[in-house]
């Protein structure tokens, strides 16, 4: 709980501005006693000031009639200072230190209010934190836990300014106002329903574009089954490729043994023709040995007979036969090597043909598929923040606020309450 302990004046009013005065106050009430002009308006009024900074009322250099004159004690500079201890709301113990300096010319006076010192004590010493005249107006309440307008219009309101209840409408709401913290209050709540039109128009569009998500995450489905199909396509197609390439080996396999009946055949039709060449050979021989044995009419012993040359002339007859029907045949088998190499080869070109088409196929399935990868991860991206965001918004309580506003309201209640007390 907060309190004040003590407090020193010097150079305030009537005190003495070369010595300190120092008053102790007790707990849980203190009672100012003394005949008129001793100086007892002035203690509350150094309470108010170094409490809240204020001055008292009169005039319009109110700093300067609240030091003491210069003129009454024939000096050219009076420096006044009001020192109060006082316990914070959390317990701490704090020294608040209020500077104040007149100077006195040879026609007219001159105040300055100098920068404070706020000080806390504690067991290690104390430690000083020098403020500004307005920083430590707000500080030293805020440690009270009283604001200022309460002190200034409530704890320690000047007895000229004690009828304040009874000012007009307009003032009396605007002091009321002031005391309550209304206004602050008022921004607030209208702060807050903005904020909340706000987000309920974050939420709105929020949800718009969950629903373009969606159907965005509907059409993603779609690309990501086409991507499958696609896949399961590329694996039979590649299946379908090691097939060809094996029924391609296959292929050149019995293409090359053909070839290799194609070159024996060729042999031997060589040795066929080169056979019929000695046979064409002997039957001239023998047609020249028949002229020449006819012109001569005469045959030795050691001639040959014609049965001889006949048996001879039949054995040549019948091979050549033989040589011709093998011949026809190797023909024949030429012919149908010579077909089935070119059936085979004209396959191999085909497999070849459909081989390229199904790369060029597989090529384009992997650009479409890395595109469409692209494209999926661009739009999970955007689907995952934009998804992210409409969650933070969609649950976001909007009795949150109304339950803030109404903890604010009780506040306010429960310290008119008290100030009314």
């Given at each position: 709980?907060?309190m004040?302990?003590k407090?020193?004046?010097?150079g ?6 070369e010595?300190?005065?120092?008053i ?7 009672m ?15 309470l108010k000031f170094?409490?809240a ?5 009169g005039g319009t ?12 004690s024939g ?6 200072n009001?020192?109060?201890?006082f316990y914070a709301?959390?317990?701490d113990?704090y020294?608040v230190?209020?500077?104040m300096n007149?100077?006195?010319?040879k026609?007219?006076q001159t105040?300055?209010?100098?920068d404070?010192?706020l ?10 934190m020098?403020?500004k ?5 707000r500080a030293v309440?805020l440690?009270l ?5 309460v ?6 309101c000047?007895?000229?300014?004690s009828n304040w209840?009874?000012?007009g409408p307009?003032?009396l ?5 002031d ?5 602050r209050?008022?921004?607030?709540l ?5 904020k ?7 939420e709105?569009?929020?949800l718009?574009d969950?629903?373009?998500?969606a159907?965005r ?7 990501r089954k086409m991507l499958?199909d ?6 039979k197609a590649?299946?379908k ?8 080996q296959?292929?050149n396999?019995?293409?090359l043994?053909?070839?290799?009946n194609?070159r024996?055949?060729n042999?031997k039709?060589?040795?066929i023709?080169?056979l019929?060449r ?9 047609n020249h ?6 012109t ?8 040959m007979?014609d049965?001889?040359?006949?048996g ?7 091979e050549?036969?033989?040589l ?17 190499i070119?059936t085979?080869?004209k396959?191999i070109?085909?497999?070849d043909?459909?081989?390229?088409s ?5 090529d384009?399935?992997a650009n479409?598929?890395s595109?469409l ?6 739009y999970?991206d955007?689907q995952?923040?934009m998804?992210?965001?409409?969650a933070?918004?969609i649950e976001?309580d909007e009795?949150g606020?109304?339950?803030e ?6 506040k306010?209640?429960r310290?008119?309450?008290k100030n009314?007390k």
């Open positions: 709980m907060s004040i302990l407090m020193n004046i010097q305030v009013r009537a005190f003495d501005p010595k300190a005065a120092s102790e106050f007790g707990s849980p009430l203190t100012i006693v003394g005949t008129n002009g001793c100086g007892k308006t002035t203690i509350i009024e150094c170094a409490l900074g204020s001055y008292p009322p250099e109110k700093g300067k009639n609240f030091v003491h004159d210069p003129r009454v000096l050219t500079e009076v420096k006044a009001v020192k109060l201890r709301k959390t317990g113990r020294v230190f209020r500077y007149v100077k006195q010319n026609t007219r105040f300055t209010q100098l404070g010192v000080s806390k004590v504690g067991e290690d010493g104390r430690k000083k020098s403020h005249c307005s920083e430590l107006d309440p440690l836990g009283v604001s200022k307008s002190l200034e219009s409530v704890v320690f000047h007895q000229e300014e209840p009874l000012d307009k003032e709401k605007a002091r009321f106002d005391i309550f913290a209304s206004s209050y008022t921004t607030a209208t702060v807050l329903k903005k909340r039109n706000d987000l309920h128009k974050q709105i569009e929020c718009g969950l629903k373009g998500l159907g995450k509907k059409h993603a489905d779609s690309i499958n696609a896949d399961n396509e590329v694996k590649q299946e490729l090691e097939l060809y390439a094996q029924a391609k296959k292929l396999d019995h293409l043994k053909l070839e290799n194609l024996a055949l042999k039709k060589n040795s023709n080169e019929k000695v046979e064409q050979e002997l039957n001239r021989n023998l040995i028949r002229v020449t044995a006819g001569d009419g005469i045959f030795s012993d050691e001639a007979s049965a001889d040359l006949q001879h002339i039949d054995e040549l007859q019948e050549d036969d033989v011709g029907t093998e011949l026809d045949e190797l023909e024949q088998q030429k012919a149908t090597l010579e077909e089935q070119t085979k080869r396959q070109s085909d497999i043909l459909e081989l390229g199904l790369r060029g196929k597989l384009e399935r479409t598929i595109s990868e692209i494209y999926i991860k661009q999970s955007k995952n923040a998804a992210d965001s409409a933070s918004l976001y009795t606020i109304e339950k506003l109404e903890l604010n309201f009780n306010a209640q310290l008119l309450k009314s």
